[in-house]
């Protein structure tokens, strides 16, 4: 397994370290549908990278923790553009990662592929297709279309419109820390239908 930053052992963690890796640890994120630390106890995805610089990785984690968990989106439109912000810049742990978050609150297989194709998948409702629509300005272009930019405010209001643009933004950083880290997906990739959190 390729990793640019070194994995760093629990037992090795300075008091600053100790304390964030308590947080990301002992939270919600340990319940969830992917694997957020290796069996030695060292952490996977960009967690160990952040631990290198405690008190920015603090700041990130607890942003991503209010995203994911304190969010007003619905579970499903917040996994659904988690999942084409991955796919878009091609963040292989990230996908793994969501993807399977996405299984647990609904996304199909048919779906997450189409995503994964850079699609707005047929079957979504109007709000999640106008969520897609606005990360892929978000993702891809220098501005956002005002068409788009109206129609996510029509479903989503002024909060959600913050709330997406702050978690495409939150999932574009993590997708270049990990990008910068070399760190791959596990070798477990494939969403597991049905996997409960």
């Known amino acids: 397994m390729s990793n640019h930053f070194p994995l760093l052992k629990p037992a090795d963690l300075s008091p600053d370290q100790q304390d964030l890796y308590e947080k990301i640890t ?15 106890g060292t952490l996977a995805g960009p967690f160990n990278a952040l631990l290198f610089a405690p008190a920015i990785g603090n700041a990130v984690q607890e942003l991503g923790a209010a995203l994911r968990f304190g969010g007003e989106l619905p579970d499903r439109t917040r996994e659904l553009v ?6 878009a810049l ?3 742990y990230e996908w793994y990662a969501h993807s399977r978050a996405a299984v647990v609150v609904g996304v199909s297989a048919e779906e997450l592929s189409q995503l994964q194709a850079g699609s707005v998948p047929a079957s979504v409702s109007d709000s999640e ?33 913050t709330e997406i643009s ?14 910068v880290a070399d760190v791959p997906a596990p070798a477990d990739t494939a969403p597991e239908e049905g996997h409960q959190q």
Do not use: W
């Open 129 to 161: 297709a106008a969520a897609l629509e606005l990360t892929r300005e978000l993702v891809t272009e220098a501005g956002v279309n005002e068409t788009i930019r109206a129609t996510a405010q029509k479903h989503f209001g002024h909060s959600g419109l």
């Open 166 to 179: 702050v978690l495409v933004g939150y999932y574009r950083t993590l997708a270049g820390l990990l990008a």
């Open 82 to 87: 988690i999942c084409a912000v991955a796919a």
């Open 26 to 40: 002992a939270g919600p994120r340990a319940n969830g549908p992917f694997r957020i630390m290796h069996d030695d």
């Open 90 to 92: 091609n963040s292989e």
